[in-house]
T-cell receptor
Framework: GENVEQHPSTLSVQEGDSAVIKCTYSDSASNYFPWYKQELGKGPQLIIDIRSNVGEKKDQRIAVTLNKTAKHFSLHITETQPEDSAVYFCAASRVVRGGADGLTFGKGTHLIIQP | NAGVTQTPKFQVLKTGQSMTLQCAQDMNHEYMSWYRQDPGMGLRLIHYSVGAGITDQGEVPNGYNVSRSTTEDFPLRLLSAAPSQTSVYFC??????????FGPGTRLLVL
């Protein structure tokens, strides 16, 4: 089955600096790579996702890059703000209509924004 | 539009007791899933369903049962709770190959 490794487990950056979280996956058939943000006591919320036919995707201060050959993908947050402090999870899945639904998650990165 | 809802928010059980965690979605999504979240382990898939009447096992299915009689509901049953099932449980749903939405979670403590 799929295996997703996520690094680092904890990341502390100064407010205004950039943060990068990296993930690798093992199943070359995986084609969908979402990133979730989880605040304390809440469920994961999708912040950005990328599919295997795209190399990069941006949404304001957040971007995700995908390298299919190397089987890794990264989350980039620029101009970090205190409200970016949370746990971030990457995930991978082989999503096909009518097929298996499950996401395989990384173990999470606790992002701390220092004022 | 409530999205994905879960009840209860918190539950304490004694070893051997049974209970059902409820999950409902009002988005007419075909796919629904149950995950458990443990410290340092991320989220792991327990069971999933690709439509009413169809369910299958995920990564950690032992000790859990599911059924899907309607599109909206996907309950998770613990037949005989064990301390190892102490966790936070999340239900999720998606349509087709789209975004997966998570519920707010149920915190379960088994003594």
């Amino acid at each position: 089955g799929e295996n997703v490794e996520q690094h680092p487990s904890t990341l502390s950056v100064q407010e205004g600096d950039s943060a990068v979280i990296k993930c690798t996956y093992s199943d070359s058939a995986s084609n969908y790579f979402p990133w979730y943000k989880q605040e304390l006591g809440k469920g994961p919320q999708l912040i950005i996702d990328i599919r295997s036919n795209v190399g990069e995707k941006k949404d304001q201060r957040i971007a995700v890059t995908l390298n299919k050959t190397a089987k890794h993908f990264s989350l980039h947050i620029t101009e970090t703000q205190p409200e970016d402090s949370a746990v971030y999870f990457c995930a991978a899945s082989r999503v096909v209509r009518g097929g298996a639904d499950g996401l395989t998650f990384g173990k999470g990165t606790h992002l701390i924004i220092q004022p | 539009n409530a999205g994905v809802t879960q009840t209860p928010k918190f539950q304490v059980l004694k070893t051997g007791q049974s209970m059902t965690l409820q999950c409902a979605q009002d988005m007419n999504h075909e796919y629904m899933s149950w995950y458990r979240q443990d410290p340092g382990m991320g989220l792991r898939l327990i069971h999933y369903s690709v439509g009413a009447g169809i369910t299958d096992q995920g990564e950690v299915p032992n000790g859990y049962n599911v059924s899907r009689s309607t599109t909206e509901d996907f309950p998770l049953r613990l037949l005989s709770a064990a301390p190892s099932q102490t966790s936070v449980y999340f239900c999720a749903s998606r349509a087709g190959t789209g975004t997966q939405y998570f519920g707010p979670g149920t915190r379960l403590l088994v003594l």
